[in-house]
């Protein structure tokens, strides 16, 4: 395999290969995501697999592979010339070997009405995140159809932005609100328990809760935020908590359409009163939801390895690009709270993840001492009932 140079690795490629390389053997593939991909009716394999070829000569994050350094923070990425996509079924519990091969594979199989073909892509964080797996689908598509799309950004391009003189003022700055943020926050004790998921659909409809946050003065991630933290206040009994945000560091318009892992944790601080009003809990985690995003680049071989038993952590799943707010229906199904096999074990042992379009779902995954099935429960109904709570007293 012929490649382009040797690189260094985004910030956040950084971040994800430091995650990878502390993991066991038996958990390294729970970075792959297992995407599901349709295609119009009549579309035949070869079809498919040029679209899948001329998404991976566009994107070099489908052509990339990674090469380990003397020291862990040296890893550098090379660049095939050649696209090389892996077609194929596998599972999504066999692990990428990233210094060997790109780390995706696509294989087709038909669809539930038997007149279409669905794209099956298994590809890790490292080579796509949450949303460059969007960023792939609507071009995978766009490429299907024939629709010419502009050229892409790289990571080796942001990459060397990144080792600039003006950007490293940028660094510091992260590292010193992450450490101040860090010795600030309170030292709860925890200690690792069994695995526990749940999924509270809440039965709010997006057009609801975007309106809630509009009518607050903050942004829809900022509501939801301020309810976890008051509803782990309800639950905990403390007010005070640390709280890690997934920064998608995309404010930038020259990255938003790239293809690879920016996501990167970065910690605030939340104060609320689960009885207190609203407004003024929403618009003080709002300042320091921007605050904290502002810092969300950072050299995470600079600092120490997060400890993910240390706070909440949280994740924000947007609507798609196209969803219209008043499309969604105004009702949903009744709120209820459902538990979910045990998956993932790598990762936060306190984590909510937020869907909300087309309505709103919670899941939670938690491995901590002291929270097993009532406590989730408890946390996900509370939660339930503020956001409820929120949208009738903004309505």
């Not at 935020?225 to 930038?252: C, E, F, I, K, P």
């Given at each position: 395999?012929?490649?382009?140079?040797?690189?260094?690795?985004?910030?956040?490629?950084?971040?994800?290969?430091?995650?990878?390389?502390?993991?066991p053997?038996?958990q390294?593939?729970?970075?792959?995501?297992d995407l599901?991909?349709?295609?119009?009716?009549?579309?035949?394999?070869e079809?498919?697999?040029?679209?899948l070829?001329?998404l991976?000569?566009?994107?070099?994050?489908?052509?990339?592979?990674?090469?380990?350094?003397?020291e862990?923070?040296?890893?550098?990425?090379?660049?095939?010339?050649?696209?090389?996509?892996?077609?194929?079924?596998?599972?999504?519990?066999?692990?990428?070997?990233?210094?060997?091969?790109?780390?995706?594979r696509?294989?087709m199989s038909p669809?539930?009405?038997?007149?279409?073909?669905?794209?099956?892509?298994?590809?890790h964080?490292?080579a796509?995140?949450?949303a460059?797996?969007?960023?792939?689908e609507?071009?995978?598509?766009?490429?299907?159809?024939?629709?010419?799309?502009?050229d892409?950004?790289?990571?080796?391009?942001l990459?060397?932005?990144?080792?600039?003189?003006?950007?490293?003022?940028r660094?510091?700055?992260?590292?010193?609100?992450?450490?101040?943020?860090?010795?600030?926050?309170?030292?709860?004790?925890?200690?690792r328990?069994?695995?526990?998921?749940?999924?509270?659909?809440?039965?709010i409809a997006?057009?609801?809760?975007?309106?809630?946050?509009?009518?607050?003065?903050?942004t829809l991630?900022?509501?939801?935020?301020?309810?976890?933290?008051?509803a782990?206040?309800?639950?905990?009994?403390?007010t005070?908590?640390?709280l890690w945000?997934?920064?998608?560091?995309?404010m930038?318009?020259?990255?938003?359409?790239?293809v690879?892992?920016l996501?990167?944790?970065?910690p605030?601080?939340?104060?609320?009163?689960p009885?207190?009003?609203l407004?003024?809990m929403?618009?003080?985690?709002?300042?320091?939801?921007?605050?904290?995003l502002?810092?969300?680049?950072?050299?995470p071989?600079?600092?120490?390895?997060?400890?993910?038993?240390?706070?909440?952590y949280?994740t924000?799943?947007?609507?798609?690009?196209?969803?219209?707010?008043?499309?969604?229906?105004?009702?949903?199904?009744?709120?209820?709270?459902?538990?979910?096999a045990?998956?993932?074990?790598?990762?936060?042992?306190?984590?909510?993840?937020?869907?909300?379009h087309?309505?709103?779902?919670?899941?939670?995954?938690?491995?901590?001492?002291?929270?097993?099935?009532?406590?989730?429960?408890?946390?996900?109904?509370t939660?339930?009932?503020?956001?409820?709570?929120?949208?009738?007293d903004?309505?």
């Amino acid at each position: 395999m012929h490649g382009q140079g040797h690189h260094p690795l985004t910030m956040g490629q950084l971040s994800m290969w430091r995650a990878v390389s502390v993991r066991p053997t038996e958990q390294l593939w729970e970075s792959n995501q297992d995407l599901l991909w349709s295609t119009p009716a009549g579309t035949g394999e070869e079809q498919v697999r040029q679209a899948l070829t001329a998404l991976a000569e566009r994107h070099e994050s489908l052509r990339t592979v990674y090469r380990p350094g003397d020291e862990p923070s040296g890893v550098r990425q090379v660049v095939l010339r050649d696209p090389l996509p892996r077609f194929g079924a596998a599972s999504a519990r066999e692990p990428f070997d990233l210094s060997a091969q790109p780390a995706w594979r696509a294989w087709m199989s038909p669809a539930d009405d038997g007149e279409s073909a669905q794209v099956h892509v298994l590809i890790h964080h490292i080579a796509a995140d949450g949303a460059a797996v969007r960023i792939l689908e609507s071009d995978f598509h766009a490429l299907l159809r024939g629709d010419p799309l502009p050229d892409a950004p790289t990571p080796r391009e942001l990459a060397e932005r990144q080792r600039t003189d003006a950007f490293r003022a940028r660094l510091s700055a992260a590292l010193e609100y992450r450490r101040r943020i860090v010795a600030a926050a309170p030292q709860v004790a925890a200690s690792r328990g069994p695995l526990v998921r749940a999924r509270a659909q809440t039965g709010i409809a997006y057009r609801d809760v975007h309106r809630a946050a509009r009518r607050l003065g903050v942004t829809l991630p900022t509501l939801l935020l301020t309810v976890y933290a008051q509803a782990l206040a309800a639950t905990t009994g403390r007010t005070d908590h640390l709280l890690w945000q997934l920064s998608a560091n995309r404010m930038d318009p020259a990255v938003r359409g790239l293809v690879s892992s920016l996501t990167q944790w970065v910690p605030m601080l939340a104060a609320c009163d689960p009885d207190g009003p609203l407004r003024p809990m929403a618009r003080d985690v709002n300042v320091a939801v921007a605050r904290a995003l502002q810092h969300g680049v950072y050299d995470p071989f600079a600092v120490a390895l997060t400890d993910l038993d240390h706070g909440s952590y949280f994740t924000f799943i947007p609507a798609p690009a196209d969803a219209a707010v008043d499309s969604t229906p105004a009702e949903t199904a009744p709120a209820r709270v459902e538990f979910l096999a045990p998956h993932a074990r790598s990762g936060p042992s306190f984590y909510l993840m937020a869907h909300v379009h087309p309505d709103v779902r919670l899941t939670v995954r938690v491995m901590r001492d002291g929270y097993g099935r009532v406590e989730v429960r408890r946390l996900l109904t509370t939660m339930t009932d503020l956001l409820l709570r929120a949208v009738k007293d903004t309505a």
